[in-house]
């Protein structure tokens, strides 16, 4: 084991490559059993960031992302 702290230096996009818009977040759920609460549980759910733009490019069938702005 080392001394050394852990690289947090790692950084999220806030805005989408495509259209520059300030990105949003959620949780889906992938077990709809689960009661309906905000707990995020590893393995049944995932947190996404997403661009809320209903006119970006990449919501327009056939554009795909390609991650630069």
């Not at 947090?8 to 059993?33: M, N, R, Y």
């Amino acid at each position: 084991m080392t001394d050394q702290a852990p690289d947090d230096t790692q950084d999220w996009p806030t805005h989408c490559p495509v259209c520059g818009t300030e990105l949003s977040s959620a949780v889906i759920d992938f077990d709809k059993t689960n009661a309906n609460h905000p707990e995020l549980r590893p393995g049944e759910m995932a947190a996404v960031d997403y661009c809320p733009n209903a006119d970006c490019p990449v919501k327009q069938p056939g554009v795909q992302d390609t991650g630069t702005v």
